[in-house]
């Protein structure tokens, strides 16, 4: 969650394409970053999570706190939109299809999200930095199987081809003095 817009522009900045970004429709607010699990997708996150999220985003609205009935939005990071000429902090959407609304507010889960909360400095650049190695390095190890599955079935293929060839068929040891016969040849001579 950034604190303020400065933060917020780094956490737009520096936000994984499958992180689910939250906000205060319509008002200043804190934007909250849920880092997705391993698996779980935008459109599968469990109510309990977004009630929380959405809780967290109103809580840190200095004008939205003080008001019932808000709307809350999140969308995927990948559809945020940021401009040269919008402000700090401030984004847009490429899509505002993937964009929900969650209208509640619930002083029992600020508080205890109050109560758990804790505060990490995060060196985003970093992270990001480390994400894309992780990310690299499983996309070379992915690759490096592909091509060995590949080898393997090329391996295959020219072994069947081989077997079911007749090229091999009448290659038998003869007389180095002796005309080579030809398949029709060898036919020729059968009957």
Same mark, same amino acid.
């Given at each position: 969650m950034g604190k303020d817009k400065v933060e917020n522009e780094d956490l737009?900045?520096?936000?994984?394409?499958? /992180? =689910?970004?939250f906000h205060v429709d319509k008002l200043s %607010?804190?934007? #909250?970053?849920?880092?997705?699990?391993?698996?779980? &997708?935008?459109?599968?996150i469990p109510q309990a999570l977004l009630t929380d999220c959405a809780q967290? =985003?109103?809580?840190? %609205?200095?004008?939205?706190?003080?008001?019932?009935?808000? &709307?809350?939005? +999140? &969308?995927?990071a990948d559809n945020l939109k940021k401009q040269g000429d919008m402000a700090v902090g401030q984004v847009s959407f490429h899509s505002?299809?993937? #964009? =929900?609304?969650?209208?509640?507010?619930?002083?029992p889960i600020v508080n205890r999200l109050n109560k758990t909360k804790v505060e990490k400095v995060v060196d985003h650049e970093q992270e990001k930095i480390d994400r894309v190695k992780k990310e690299n390095a499983e996309k070379r190890a992915i690759a490096v199987q592909r091509k060995k599955d590949e080898a393997e079935l090329a391996k295959q293929r020219e072994a069947q081809k081989?077997?079911? %060839? +007749?090229?091999?068929?009448?290659?038998?040891?003869? /007389?180095?003095?002796?005309?080579?016969?030809t398949g029709k040849a060898i036919e020729e001579d059968f009957m």
């Open positions: 737009i900045k520096y936000a994984w394409p499958q /992180d =689910v970004w %607010s804190a934007h #909250v970053y849920l880092r997705m699990p391993e698996g779980m &997708t935008w459109e599968t967290l =985003v109103k809580a840190n %609205s200095i004008e939205g706190n003080k008001k019932d009935n808000l &709307t809350i939005i +999140y &969308t995927p505002d299809k993937r #964009v =929900v609304h969650v209208p509640n507010r619930e002083n081989a077997a079911w %060839s +007749y090229d091999l068929l009448f290659n038998v040891e003869e /007389d180095p003095d002796a005309p080579k016969l």
